[in-house]
């Protein structure tokens, strides 16, 4: 079951709130995990692996593997993620890796680079509705992600259509900040001008939850979706479906 915790400092309970003038202004989602579930797009990778005649179920296994870890410069993943590297720039490592692991000759591949997939991504549509029924009643929406440049021209990740869910995208790569760095919460508070006691942040990650802690938001831990809704639907007091 979804938890729904907060320092003291900004803890108060659901029943007590004034629904009349509701004290929370916005919500901060995660992307990953909340937003998008790797479990329900799998599909997204078959496709890149059959579009690059590369082996059946072979991306995942190199993202894990030795064989990447060992060519990856140090930090790389933190750098990718604030924007010193680019998604063509992980690209490159991992065919390289790739071809070591599998004994393959791909000549090219556009993997984390590879945006004309976004299109095919499985969303959670129980929480994107959350979303338009938030921005309905005039609670700001507000998706914050680590993120990378897809190329050398720096214009963050893009994800489709999000504008239609969230009032600001925030992306670490951009910022040059990533969680659980509490300036990119700070980033957040700033972008959508509300204090922290105003605000819910909504992420799967216990450290990166802990993180928005320090700054006094409420969290709600995220374990599964239908869970997560109800806690934020307890907190709010208005339904989201």
Known sequence: MSTSTAPSSASSDADSLN???????????????VMWMQSRNVHVYRK???????????????????????ILPKGFQEDLLT??????????LFLSAYNRKFGSRVEKLKFFSATEYDHEAV?????????RKLRERGVKTILML???????????????????YFDFVIESCKEGVKKPDPRFYQIALDCADVQPEEVIYVDDSKINCES??????????????????????????????
């Open 48 to 70: 890149i692996e059959e579009d690059n005649q590369l082996f059946d179920n072979s991306l995942i296994p190199t993202l894990v593997s030795k064989e990447l870890s060992s």
């Open 19 to 33: 629904h009349d003038e509701n004290p929370i202004k916005a919500v901060i989602f995660d992307y990953g995990e």
């Open 146 to 164: 680590d993120t990378y440049h897809v190329d050398e021209k720096r214009n963050g990740r893009r994800i489709p259509n999000m504008e239609k």
């Open 212 to 241: 928005a802690a320090v700054l006094g938001i409420r969290y709600i831990q995220v374990f599964n979706s239908m869970d997560m809704l109800e806690d934020l639907q307890e907190i709010l007091g208005f339904d989201l479906d």
């Open 83 to 92: 924007g010193i590297y680019t998604a063509k720039d992980f690209d490159r």
């Open 123 to 131: 969303y959670e549509e129980a929480v994107l509705t959350a979303c």
